[in-house]
């Protein structure tokens, strides 16, 4: 199983701020900047971070420091928020290497913004001419781009003829006075030859030396990790990579006192460092400014003015009663907010993306284009999605009205930070909405941001152990035992038991170094969603490269270096649940009266926390996983808010926090709620004093523990990182839990508060997304409730998604009363449909009610008939042609008028086919086949015809009922004929295995009983939280069971509970009300033909 | 009436493997043959043992690993090395009949016409063969039939180990066995799954003209020749094409003028025969056979491939001049070995006479010469190699292996052309740590460092040993003799080497 999900190995500097360290007394030193120093944002290059590097400058007290990365800045924001922490002064910088003329390096530095944007424009121009993470660069290039940089030309090893003519030409790109040279002491035979050399030609061309360490690391140390490195990057060994390392340890950050002795006879290389560092000053990163585009207010308004227009006209468009008083006074205050803030550009922004996923149009009022497929259904979540302004927009469909949700507990005038809506579509339809946003605003103006790939635990032993030479089956073995690697130390005995000696030299290097490794930045990918729009050019804040999806661009920066830059990121993600509702409101909007939308759903529907309470919930947004149906019936939510706290309590956070059974005892009113005094009660209220969002958590500590909201900020990312940097939680904690003693709050309640909001770690979730979830969760129970025959075909034409397989939804169906009628050539199109009146084309072989029905509400509702998608190997154009070839001339008739009429190729019949598809021609599975093999795509009619004379299926053998609905499943992933289990009863009634729908009788099967099940495995699911129990659901024909699988057990049987589709085991009844479990004490063989059903869904 | 049998070796590749090598690591430890196919390790066979375990060919090697309890053995599966081991079984089962070819990828076909009763009849003789295979550590499963389609699938599929089809019986036979078992192709078994039909019963029960369109016509042809209405031979096993030339001496002669230039003649013969395959022999055995039927054999071997008579009797003639030659020799025979492919060389025009690289020619002669006198392994080259340390910055490496190594490019560096050995302990002083020497003792006395350029800094191989830098300088005394000094991590001075 893949590793569990963990956080980032090496956190941003911006979300783990260091404690700020002394640094030696700069006075005292000699003066010195080191110019040129590579990250590991060089990829396989740089042995360090880059706040590594800058902690390191500061401490061994230099006056400044430059990263220069090659032909890139992705590192330079981490390096910046380090220097900010330590005081020390960070230059820009990068390290241009040229196409043309081949190889020549040249590292710039920005003087001022201007060049800064020259220099971002550069780089731009070299990345999107070559392919992705490629760059382009000629001299020429950076002669259009040099005003206001300085550049230091980098000499190689043996310089020849050729650099003085290089170092000439740039002379004339950037005069005297912005050029240097750079010397170095590479400790290499011809130091003092090519120190001499150099300086002559300095003299001659006029330009002044500088000194470097060309710095790859930034203490001796990672020496050996920068040659692994270099291995990684050269796909070899360390003992045949031989000169391609570097001869010496030398480059890594040397004291300025250090670099002075090394340079004594070119004192002046050393000033010239620092003489760089004074010019470039005058920029830091701190300048650039986010700009929110300003187009999207119409000429002569204000965003302010057209944003309340557009409130207004949205409010009145939304209460056509009139609006109520607290929405008024919510509105009111809260416009004054955004004005407050000048957040206006940004909430347009959001509304104009809104606006085209509604219409369609590329302007306010245009119609929509031709071959628009419809409105695009979406939803904002976020801290400022769920204001009273944002549902006027129509950013969002919580009503204020309805949820109690206060703007102020998402947006504060104290976090002077850009609100944070994310906006979730259609996930079929996304790639829309991203091409409108560049069509829009153009690629200068707005890309995706990066997502830094790291290494992780595997990733990281599996280079690491191919360079240190071990072979492929040692590397494999040894990433294979990365369950339990990854958490801390190797543990010696397992590593003997894989056949490893835990003393070996090269073992303990490889362990060694893959943790250096981990948390190293491999390559750049995109953001799933987040966009960066601006005002001015995009392209001079930051370069933009080109992605390896086509049409698309993105920047060099990920989205904690857009947090740090403080600039405006617009998450536009994709959700496969909003394409199922749509989908079902389409299908439904006909049987229904009200015109059906997120906002427009009936609400607060008691039949539907009914249908909740009852944890019927499969197939409907979030609540349907295992954890969340086991919580339902104990939480019994009644209205909305419930749905929200729902949403976010099964989380891991509030999990671990151990907030959940407190929860749940003083909802039941098993306990009692008391707040120390009303302030609390403020924060707590709404959760019955358990603190289970983030908000929460933040707030708290302001109110009870006296922090600031910018401490509470503080609080909030160490939150998400104290996983790695444990000491500062600990330290909030500390001052927590002081503050919140000195304002006379007992010892114990302090303690626990803290105790919970460590719980949230990585995993807390926000009440305001939750509240946006919350309303998917609704509008899908209400579709799943009143049209489930609809529902089930929404959430078939938008597989794969959730956490049941096709079997599962339309056996959910059945058991709701919905007819669900089989794939069939006369009757299906592409997609699943619903059909009124009864079956023209009835199966004699389906066993019409083999599913128990347990609800009736689908019953006299339309009946389902399943698409044609649900034939694996069929692709939409032929069905397409299929179809219409049907409507142009009637029901289809034979096999071989399909084949002519429709142009259907043989292999598209044959699929067909497979899935019994042409009962209404009166073939079963079997004759089909046989006729359609006779068939060719070689146009040989004479032959065809002959061929179709003899029809010997009274001759082939007789299909099993077992064997065809193995073949169902094989072709569609489902069976309407059977369960596969039903066939082996008689079998497991001889082995005592109980039929899972006996499991709920609790006279019959009380706590502890021993029982023994078998079913189909359904999901296997690992979470994080649970310290490796695995849990499994299993179907046979009567219901479903719930297993839990210690690890110990799971150990024992790894073949049978891994692999295996069907398992058998016994174990002991766990009941909790209502919820029934199987605790796994054994595997046994399956007595049942593996692969007889589909593949189990595995989430880990 | 014709009677074939048909060995199978299930686990051919694994036992084969496990014969080679002995029995490595514990007992009980399962095997698994690994091959990767596009940069996955996959199982490409697995013995009883994993197979019960759940492993199966083609699945991950990780995955399978994750099924069983112990750790297994995995060796790389060898796809070329098995067949060429069969065929040499093959070789082996001629005892039991002349007409035997190798079934690859893992049977044996032997056509055993009239040859039963020697063995005490069908069932001793397929008993004994089992028996004799199991003595060589392979498990086998016999079949005969009329038919080698016949004895083909009962031996893979039927019920027992051991099995006889009577003539006439091959229908009843068959029927209850898969479908696969007539040798069809892989995309016809898949259709007859299709429509339900699984054994070869339920096939032959079909009309016999519906089967060619649907599932080719080699269908037909392959239940003609298991059920005996298309004949089907059994392939004589083919020899490798073998280069040898002999000589016939009648009456004999110990006339070593004679011999040797018969000797010559074979060899122009046999290069002859290299030539025309465009191959040349690294390896050339002569054998004179005396007239009292004793053989007295010469080997040579040479670097390279070669079929350069002259040079070959340049190697043999010393050889054969101590060959004892007996009351005479009446036949020389030669023979090529370890054959491998050598482009045609142009003969060059006396009038544009430039000999191919005749010093590399030379050379090569020269190696052929030395190694077939002194051994092969003891003549060995100095090669570069990739190591900032100085004393791994060249290695000894067989001369005669590897010509077509890639040439390890040379350090931009200054080396002193003698490197001594082990570096000799010497006193020196420096003005700083990484500072020019300016006096050091060597060789009892004390010298003024006349010139002294460093330090170059080289850093131990962290990855073999735990070794510090060193700083080497370049020094020249009041003589104007450069050596090679440098200080090691812990301050201590050594002489390395020196310009002479």
């Not at chain 1, 203490?219 to 990790?225: A, T």
């Not at chain 1, 670099?259 to 460092?273: T, V």
Request: net charge positive; hydrophobic share 45%; with cysteine.
């Amino acid at each position: 199983m893949p590793e569990a999900p963990h956080g980032k190995h090496a956190p941003h500097p911006f979300r783990a701020p260091m404690a700020r360290a002394a640094s030696p007394a700069r006075e005292d030193l000699v003066p010195y900047a080191e110019l040129e120093v590579t990250t590991n944002y060089t990829f396989l290059r740089g042995g360090s971070h880059p706040e590594e590097l800058v902690r390191q400058a500061a401490a061994l007290g230099m006056r400044a420091v430059a990263v220069a990365d090659i032909n890139s800045l992705a590192g330079i924001v981490r390096a910046h928020v380090a220097a900010k922490e330590t005081d020390i002064q960070l230059l820009v910088g990068c390290r241009l290497v040229l196409a043309d003329p081949c190889g020549l390096e040249v590292l710039v530095y920005p003087t001022d913004r201007a060049a800064y944007a020259r220099l971002c424009t550069l780089l731009t121009v070299g990345k999107r001419r070559a392919e992705k993470g490629k760059c382009r660069l000629t001299v020429h290039d950076i002669a259009a781009h040099a005003d206001g940089l300085l550049a230091v030309a980098v000499p190689r090893e043996r310089p020849g003829e050729s650099f003085a003519d290089h170092v000439g030409s740039l002379r004339d790109i950037f005069g005297t006075d912005r050029l240097w040279l750079r010397v170095r002491r590479a400790f290499d035979p011809h130091d003092e030859e090519r120190l001499a050399s150099l300086a002559l030609l300095a003299k001659a061309a006029r330009v002044p030396l500088v000194a470097t360490n060309a710095v790859l690391y930034h203490v001796p140390r990672r020496r050996p990790l920068q040659d692994v490195l270099t291995c990684i990057r050269l796909g070899t060994t360390i003992d045949r990579a031989g000169y391609a390392l570097e001869a010496n340890g030398e480059r890594h950050l040397k004291a300025p006192d250090e670099m002075a002795r090394l340079f004594a006879a070119y004192p002046g290389a050393i000033a010239q460092s620092v003489e760089i560092a004074r010019r470039c000053a005058g920029f830091a990163l701190d300048q650039l400014r986010y700009q929110y585009p300003r187009e999207v207010a119409p000429a002569g308004t204000t965003p302010m003015e057209h944003l309340r227009r557009l409130t207004a006209q949205g409010a009145a468009e939304r209460y056509p009663a009139g609006v109520s008083a607290k929405v008024t006074a919510a509105l009111d205050h809260e416009l004054r907010l955004i004005e407050e803030l000048s957040y206006a550009p940004y909430f347009l922004t959001v509304h104009d993306l809104v606006r085209f996923a509604r219409t369609g149009a590329e302007r306010t009022g245009d119609p929509p284009p031709a071959g628009w497929p419809g409105p695009i259904l979406c939803q904002g979540r976020g801290a400022a999605a769920n204001s009273a302004v944002c549902y006027c927009l129509g950013v969002t469909s919580v009503d204020p009205d309805r949820a109690d949700l206060l703007v102020e507990r998402f947006m504060s005038k104290e976090r002077n930070e850009p609100p944070d809506i994310d906006i979730d579509f259609e996930h079929e339809r996304r790639e829309e909405v991203i091409q409108y946003v560049y069509r829009t605003y153009g690629r200068e103006r707005a890309a995706l941001t990066a997502e830094v790939i790291s290494y992780r635990g595997r990733s990281a032993v599996r280079d690491v152990g191919k360079a240190m030479g071990l072979s492929l089956d040692s590397v494999d073995r040894l990433a294979r035992t990365l369950d339990w690697w990854d958490g801390g130390t190797v543990d010696p005995v397992r590593l003997r038991g894989i056949g490893f000696n835990p003393e070996d030299r090269t073992l303990k290097f490889v362990l060694h170094l893959s943790r250096e490794l981990l948390g190293f930045p491999r390559h750049l990918s995109q953001h799933v969603g987040g966009f960066v729009i601006t005002d001015t050019l995009l392209s001079e804040l930051v370069p933009i490269e080109n992605a390896a999806m086509a049409d698309r661009t993105v920047i060099e920066w990920d989205k904690d270096d857009i947090d740090a830059m403080g600039m405006l990121k617009v998450d536009c993600l994709g959700l496969g649940m909003l394409t199922c509702i749509r989908k079902a409101m389409v299908l439904a909007q006909p049987r229904c009266e009200i015109p059906l939308t997120l906002a427009t759903v009936p609400a607060e529907d008691p039949l539907v926390y009914d249908m909740i309470c009852e944890a019927d919930t499969l197939g409907v947004f979030q609540i349907e996983s295992r954890a969340q149906m086991a919580m339902l019936p104990r939480l019994k939510p009644r209205r909305f808010y419930d749905l929200v706290i729902e949403v976010a309590i099964v989380r891991p956070g509030p999990i671990q926090g151990k907030m959940v059974h407190p929860y749940l005892r003083r909802r039941n009113g098993e306990e009692g709620i008391h707040y120390p005094n009303d302030a609390v009660r403020e924060v707590l209220g709404r959760t019955l004093g358990v603190p289970l969002f983030q908000e929460q958590a933040m707030k708290l500590a302001i109110v009870a523990g006296g922090f600031t909201p910018g401490e509470a900020d503080q609080l909030r990312r160490a939150m998400a990182a104290w996983k790695r940097k444990g000491d500062l939680i600990y330290r909030f904690g500390e001052k927590l839990v002081a503050g919140m003693l000195a304002r006379g709050y007992d010892t114990d309640f302090a303690q626990r508060c803290f105790e919970q909001i460590k719980g949230f770690s990585e995993y807390g979730f926000p009440e305001s997304h939750a509240a946006s979830f919350a309303l998917l969760v609704y509008v899908s129970c209400w579709l799943k409730r009143h049209h489930p025959a609809a529902f089930a075909a929404a959430l078939l034409n938008s597989q794969p998604m959730g956490f049941y397989q096709p079997a599962q939804i339309v056996r959910d169906a059945q058991e709701h009363g919905v007819e669900v009628r089989a794939v069939d050539v006369n009757a299906s199109g592409w997609d699943c449909t619903l059909e009124d009146g009864t079956d023209p084309y009835p199966r004699s072989d389906a066993a019409r009610d083999h599913v128990a029905r347990k609800k009736d509400w689908g019953l006299g509702g339309p009946a389902l008939r399943l698409g044609m998608r649900m034939v694996k190997g069929l692709s939409q154009a032929h069905v397409d042609a299929m179809a219409r070839a049907r409507d142009a001339n009637g029901l289809l008739t034979s096999i071989e008028w399909v084949k002519k009429r429709a142009g259907v190729p043989t292999a598209a019949l044959r699929c067909l086919a497979r899935a019994d598809a042409f009962a209404s021609l009166g073939l079963t599975r079997q004759q089909a086949l046989w006729a359609i093999q006779a068939l060719s795509d070689e146009d040989l009619p004479a032959l065809d015809a002959v061929q179709t004379v003899d029809d010997p299926c009274g001759l082939l053998p007789f299909v099993a009922p077992a064997q065809a609905v193995r073949h169902d499943y094989t072709a569609t992933g489902l069976s309407l004929k059977a369960h596969p289990m039903s066939f082996a009863r008689g079998l497991l009634n001889r082995l005592g295995v109980t039929p899972a729908g006996k499991l709920a009788d609790e006279a019959a099967f009380p706590n502890a009983k021993r029982v023994s099940v078998a079913g189909v495995v359904l999901v296997r699911q690992r979470p994080a939280t649970a310290s490796g129990v695995v849990f499994f659901t299993i179907e046979d024909e009567t219901g479903i069971a719930n297993l839990i699988i210690r690890p110990k057990v799971f150990e024992r049987s790894r073949a049978l509970a891994r692999g295996s589709s069907t398992v058998r085991v016994s174990g002991t009844v766990e009941r909790n009300g209502r919820v029934v479990h199987v605790q796994v004490e054994r595997f046994h063989r399956t007595c049942i033909a593996d692969g007889s059903a589909q593949r189990s869904r595995d989430f880990h | 009436m014709r009677r074939v049998v048909c060995v199978f070796l299930p686990l051919w590749p694994i036992e084969r493997l496990r014969r080679r090598s002995g029995p490595r690591g514990p007992r009980d430890a399962p095997v698994l043959l690994a091959a990767t196919v596009a940069g996955r390790r996959l199982v490409a066979a697995a013995c009883p043992l994993a197979l019960r375990a759940g492993a199966r060919p083609g699945m991950a090697l990780a995955d399978a690993r994750a099924m069983l309890r112990t750790e297994p053995l995995v060796a790389d599966a060898q796809p070329e090395k098995d067949a060429t081991a069969l065929l040499a079984l093959a070789r082996w089962a001629v005892r039991w009949s002349p007409v035997v070819s190798a079934d690859q990828p893992d049977g044996l076909l032997l056509d055993v016409t009239g040859c039963a009763h020697l063995f005490g009849g069908e069932k001793r003789m397929m008993h004994a063969m089992r028996d004799s295979l199991a003595r060589l550590g392979l498990t086998a499963r016999v079949a005969v039939a009329c038919t080698v389609g016949a004895a083909w699938a009962v031996a893979r599929f039927g019920a027992s180990a051991v099995a006889g089809v009577s003539p006439g019986g091959e229908r009843a036979a068959l029927s209850p066995l898969p479908v696969r078992a007539l040798r069809i192709p892989e995309e016809a078994i898949a259709g007859l799954a299709e429509v339900g039909v699984e054994t070869v019963g339920q096939l032959l029960a079909l009309p016999r003209s519906a089967l060619p369109a649907r599932y080719g016509h080699a269908i037909l042809l392959r239940i003609d020749q298991t059920l005996g209405a298309a004949f089907e031979p059994v392939d004589q096993l083919a020899e490798a094409v073998q280069f040898s030339a002999s000589i016939d001496l009648p009456g004999g002669t110990t006339n070593t003028e004679a011999l040797g230039l018969a000797t010559r003649d074979v060899l122009a013969d046999l290069s002859r025969q290299l030539a025309r395959h465009e191959s040349g022999a690294r390896r050339v055995t002569i054998s004179l056979k005396r007239i009292d039927e004793h053989a007295e054999t010469v080997t040579v071997e040479t670097a390279r491939p070669t079929r350069d008579a002259a040079h070959l009797w340049a190697l043999l003639r010393p050889r054969l001049e101590r060959v004892h030659l007996g009351f005479g020799i009446e036949c020389i025979t030669a023979e090529a070995g370890a054959v491998s492919a050598v482009a045609h060389e142009q003969a060059a025009l006396p009038s544009c006479a430039r000999e191919p690289r005749p010093d590399e020619r030379a050379f090569w002669a020269m190696v052929d010469t030395v190694a077939n006198r002194i051994g092969r392994d003891r003549v060995r080259r100095p090669a570069l190699a990739q190591s900032y340390r100085p004393e791994r910055a060249v290695a000894f490496v067989p001369a005669c292996a590897g010509p077509r190594v890639e040439p390890t490019p040379a350090l931009d560096r200054p080396r002193p052309p003698r490197l001594l050995e082990t570096p000799q302990p010497i006193e020196a002083v420096a003005l700083s740590p990484d500072g020019p020497v300016v006096r050091f003792r060597y060789g009892g006395r004390w010298f003024d460092a006349a010139r002294s350029i460093g330090p170059e800094r080289l850093s131990g191989e962290w990855w073999r040993a735990r070794e510090g830098h060193r700083d080497y300088f370049r020094v020249q005394d009041g003589y104007g003799r450069w050596l090679w000094i440098f200080r090691d991590c812990a301050g201590a001075w050594f002489c390395h080497g020196e310009w002479v």
